[in-house]
Nanobody, 120 residues
């Protein structure tokens, strides 16, 4: 059974930084693209950033210049470094990964979400 487990969320003041981590575990054969999404109260879930296995990245306009996505393929982990945080970044952040596993074949997986709150 494949799982994505996120960590690193919390409360931070405007202008502060956080680093989110998401580790995939289970009978994994390979992982393709990984990404971070977020969902604020009353809003739809939106893409924040994504990264291919080879390291190509894509960012939402709101994240460019402030957030950096990276991954460690050896550890099946993806990170999101968030700088210059704003109150409008407050949301539940979800990890997503395209995973090929022994039991389920190729499947899109989601983490349980981690709360990020930006407030003074």
């Amino acid at each position: 059974q494949v799982q994505l487990v996120e960590s690193g969320g919390g409360l931070v003041q405007p202008g502060g930084s956080l680093r989110l981590s998401c580790a995939a575990s289970g009978r994994i054969l390979s992982i393709g693209a990984m990404g971070w999404y977020r969902q604020a109260p009353g809003k739809q879930r939106e893409l924040v950033a994504s990264i291919t296995r080879g390291g190509s990245t894509n960012y939402a306009v709101s994240a460019k210049g402030r957030f950096t996505i990276s991954r460690d393929n050896a550890k099946n982990t993806v990170f999101l470094r968030m700088n210059s945080l704003k109150p409008e970044d407050t949301a539940v952040y979800y990890c997503n990964a395209d995973i090929v596993s022994q039991l389920a074949g190729r499947t899109d997986y989601w983490g349980q979400g981690t709360q990020v709150t930006v407030s003074s």
